[in-house]
């Protein structure tokens, strides 16, 4: 008789790990995923930076840049990105913080200005969907290859 309460107390014991396993596993699936994409410079780093520095003394300290962008001929500026997104289960993700380093140069090379721009300072760009429209686009297949011998 005392083989049963054993029994008893193992199945307890292991329904009790099972639904503990599952709760772990469901508290897991709710916890936000944090991913961080591209390089923004320490703060020390960032201390360092002075006008008139050369490209050279730019890329030493901070690192080859996220992107270039050319203004015109002459002037052009680098840009350091860094971007953090939250994911929860199967939710999109959805973006919490975004820095951008923007240093411009002057004709010469040098650094003219630099500033840190957050995600706060962003902009929605309205992006137009209208399609050009191409020439065959609205005559059908036959149409089109017999529309040449008019």
Do not use: W
Not at 54 to 74: F, H, N, Q, R, Y
Not at 80 to 102: C, G, H, M, N, W
């Amino acid at each position: 008789m005392s083989a049963c309460p054993e029994k008893m107390r193992k199945r307890r014991i292991g329904r009790r790990g099972v639904l503990g396993l599952l709760a772990a596993a469901a508290l897991t699936a709710c916890t936000p995923t944090v991913l961080h994409h591209g390089y923004l410079p320490r703060k020390g780093d960032l201390e360092q930076l002075r006008e008139g520095m050369t490209k050279a003394e730019v890329e030493a300290l901070l690192g080859s840049p996220s992107t270039t962008a050319t203004i015109d001929t002459v002037n052009d500026s680098y840009y350091y990105i860094s971007s953090t997104t939250k994911q929860t289960a199967f939710l999109r993700p959805r973006e919490v913080d975004r820095r951008v380093l923007a240093i411009r140069f002057d004709g010469d090379g040098r650094v003219k200005s630099f500033a840190v721009y957050g995600l706060e300072d962003g902009q929605v760009v309205n992006i137009s969907d209208r399609k050009t429209p191409a020439a065959g686009k609205e005559l059908g297949i036959l149409a089109s290859l017999f529309s040449r011998y008019k």
